[in-house]
Structures are given as structure tokens and as C-alpha cells.
């Protein structure tokens, strides 16, 4: 596992996790925060009309999955590079230069006449999140490892709170200027608001790994040679509870656009709600997420990684088979309401169980290995759930049914509680 005199252990407990719950949030931390505050309030804008939107622009089920396995697979190179990078060169700088990258990459969305276009705002998005990795690994160390979980759901939580109301803006938009034009107006919020936290991480975020190297142009090519066999090193470095993990969220990141990715089409293909009202699923969703994001975080430390996760999937499960017989509403809003319980015990427990199991010098290599064999099977599950989905609206669901409950039983019965956490 390479040099272990390296590590500093933190075991469960300690004096450490005394205090007042929010004596941690500063730095670093508060920074990051920040900035999710103004992509949170533009994703939560777009995020429940992107497909629909996409579609009003000419794309069927099938070209918009395919288009979404498109940023997956460039995501995956992006990542293959952004974790060595983060680990050689440090966090900071490709973070906040590559946030503006992001932010200009919505344009597209903002001008395209048709699907098509959507391609180039794909690619330069996708490339541009090169930095996935630093950000993973600096709010990783910016959390004192007794208080990740309930670190992890501030940083879910917090930034939730303006952004609790933007799909109301949202619907708003689509209701007084049409759907077409009130989404265009949406992304460019979204624009604006990646601007600004691109801004304040350039101002603000402060490096947590010093590595004197510089970044030059005609290195590239190499480094991106040694970052294939960097994934290979870092799956060596991996504990084997880690690897057990990463076996799970392989099947659950192959579930997840077979299940997200067509849920807007089909609340309004099958179920039948309207566009504009889709909106108010995810306001219930953030206001559930909200509520209890935070006590549930408090969960995570108190009753374990593994048991949070074994709760997320007992409250995700049953709705998920529901669902293939909801047909108003008002069941609709209950289901949304479910998943919300389970996602926000499921998000602050997997990042925490993931943190805990990282080294630290290697964690950017790590959580890149982790994202690129989760981005693999997402690519080739969104174009299958393209295809499932224009073949019967049911497919797709029916498929990720299976797979939630393969990965819950992954954790049920391999899945051990972590003794020791790196910090």
C-alpha cells in the first residue's frame, strides 16, 4: 500500500469531535461552500428541465443518452488527467481556473438553435472538469476525519439553503416566456452564477498541497501516459474494503442514469404531470434534503458508515418499485420525498466511508480511479437507458430496480465499518 509511515491514522472517537458542530467550517471549508452556494442555486435552476429541454430542441431518448455517455466519456479522460495533476501539481489553481471553463461551457445551452450544438457546450464542460479530482481530495482535507460525516452533509446541506427556491424561478421563467426561452434564461443565470464561484476560489481557496512542481506544456503528453499508469498504482493502493466499495458504486453508477436521466420523461409521459410542474418535484426534493440533511449527517458519525448506507437503500428500495405504478401527482410527490430520505443519508455516508478509506498522498489518484470506472459504466448505461426508454417508458426503471438491489446487497453483506480513518 505503499509508504505507510506516511499516514497519520485517526481512530473513531477522540477528543476532536467535542465542540460546537459548525467550529470546523472556516478556510478552506467556508470557501468551498461559498461557491456550491452559487452552483447549487444554478443547477437546482436547469437540472429538473435539462432532458425536457433537450428534447424540445429535437433529440430523442436515444440521442440524448447518447449525448450524456458523450460527457461521460470525456469526463472519464478529464479525470484520468486531473487526478495526477491534483497530486503533482496541487489542488488550488486548476480548481479555480477550470470553474471558469465550466461556467462559459453553459453558453452553448444559452444560444444552441437545436441539439446538435449541445455538443461543443458537452465537450468543453466535460474537459473542463478536469479539476473533479483536487476538489474531491481538498474538501476531503479540509474535514477533520471524526467529523466527515456530519462535514459531508454541511457541504450538501448549506449550500442547498439559497437554492432551495430555483426551480420556482425556473418555473416562473417557463411559465411567462415559454419553455424554450424561459430554460435559455435559466442557463444564463447559470452562467453568472459559475462566474462568481469561479471567482471566489481563484480569490480565496488556499492550497493544501504544497508540490513545488510547475505545470509545462511539453510535459503533457507524458503526464497523461503516466496517469493511465497512475490508475493502475492507485487501485494497488487501494485497502480492500475500499476496493469492496468501489466494486458497489461501479453497479450503482450503472443504475443511475438508467433511473435519473429519463425520470423528468417519464413523470411526464406516464404519469402525467406537466412541464412547468416537474419544477415542484425538485422543490420537494431540496426541501427534504434540506430538513435533513444535517441530522442525518449527525447520523452518519454516530451509527456508522455501513448502517447509514444499509438505511439509505431500505428507504430508496420500495419507492423505486412503486414507481412503476404511480400515476398522479400527489404519489409522485411522496416517491420524490423518499428519495430525497435516502439520498441525503446515502451522499454524507459514501463520501465518508470513501475519505476514510484514502490515503492521503494518494487520494487524488484514488478518487479519480473511482470516478473513471464509475464514469465507464455510466457512458455505456445512458445509452442503453436511450434505447430502453424509447422502446417502453418502464425499462429504464425496471433495470435499475435490479441493480439498487445488487449494490445494497454488497453492502449489506461485504461492507465492513472502517476502525481506522486517514485523515
Known amino acids: 500500500m505503499g509508504p505507510r509511515e506516511a499516514l497519520r491514522l485517526s481512530k473513531k472517537g ?28 444554478a443547477s437546482s435552476l436547469v437540472f429538473p428541465y435539462e432532458a425536457l429541454f433537450i428534447r424540445e430542441l429535437g433529440a430523442s431518448a436515444l440521442i440524448i443518452g447518447v449525448l450524456n455517455a458523450l460527457g461521460q466519456v470525456l ?5 484520468i488527467v486531473g487526478g495526477y495533476m491534483a497530486d503533482k501539481y496541487g489542488r488550488r489553481d486548476l480548481i479555480a481556473w477550470m470553474t471558469y471553463g465550466v461556467a462559459l ?10 441539439w446538435r450544438l449541445l455538443v461543443v457546450g458537452v465537450i468543453m464542460h466535460n474537459i473542463c472538469l478536469l479539476y473533479q479530482p483536487a476538489l474531491s481530495a481538498i474538501t476531503a482535507e479540509s474535514i477533520p476525519p471524526e467529523k466527515r460525516g456530519l ?5 450538501n446541506v448549506l449550500p442547498s439553503i439559497p437554492a432551495l427556491f430555483a ?13 424554450l426561452r424561459g430554460v435559455r434564461l435559466a442557463y444564463s443565470i447559470v452562467v453568472i452564477c459559475g462566474a462568481l464561484a469561479a471567482d471566489v476560489r481563484l480569490i480565496y ?11 509545462r506544456a511539453r510535459e503533457l503528453l507524458s503526464e497523461v501516459k503516466r496517469s493511465f499508469v497512475e ?26 442514469p438508467l433511473f435519473h436521466l429519463f425520470l423528468s420523461f417519464y413523470a411526464v409521459d406516464v404519469v402525467g404531470i406537466s412541464e412547468a410542474d416537474w419544477a415542484l418535484m425538485a422543490v420537494a426534493w431540496s426541501s427534504v434534503s434540506l430538513l435533513v440533511g444535517i441530522p442525518l449527517g449527525r447520523a452518519v458519525d454516530a451509527v456508522g458508515r455501513k448502517n447509514a448506507l444499509v438505511l439509505a437503500y431500505a428507504i430508496w428500495l420500495p419507492p423505486s418499485l412503486y ?8 404519489e409522485l410527490l411522496i416517491i420524490m420525498v423518499l428519495f430525497a430520505l435516502g439520498g441525503a443519508l446515502f451522499v454524507p455516508a459514501i463520501q465518508a466511508l470513501q475519505a476514510d478509506l484514502s490515503p492521503k498522498e494518494a487520494r487524488g489518484r484514488i478518487m479519480s480511479l473511482v470516478g473513471n470506472l464509475n464514469l465507464v459504466a455510466a457512458s455505456i448505461s445512458s445509452a442503453v437507458a436511450g434505447a430502453l426508454y424509447d422502446m417502453d417508458p418502464t425499462f429504464p426503471f425496471i433495470t435499475a430496480l435490479a441493480l439498487g438491489f445488487a449494490s445494497f446487497s454488497i453492502i449489506l453483506f461485504f461492507v465492513k465499518e472502517p476502525e481506522e480513518r486517514y485523515e
Open 231 to 256: 490508475m493502475k498504482n492507485a487501485w494497488l493502493l487501494m485497502p480492500k474494503q475500499l476496493k469492496m466499495v468501489t466494486v458497489m458504486l461501479l453497479i450503482s453508477a450503472f443504475e443511475e
Open 167 to 179: 426551480p420556482l424561478l425556473a418555473r416562473e421563467l417557463v411559465n411567462r416566456f415559454g419553455f
Open 14 to 41: 477522540g477528543e476532536a469531535g467535542r465542540g460546537k458542530t459548525s467550529s470546523f467550517i472556516r478556510g478552506n471549508l467556508l470557501v468551498l461552500i461559498v461557491s456550491w452556494i452559487f452552483f447549487n442555486f
Open 75 to 79: 469526463l472519464l479522460f478529464s479525470r
Open 323 to 330: 414507481l412503476l405504478f404511480c400515476r398522479s401527482f400527489s
Open 105 to 114: 461551457s453553459y453558453l452553448f445551452y444559452v444560444f444552441a438553435p437545436d
Open 205 to 215: 481557496l488556499k492550497e493544501t498541497l504544497e508540490t513545488g512542481a510547475r505545470a
Open 151 to 155: 462535514g459531508y452533509a454541511l457541504t
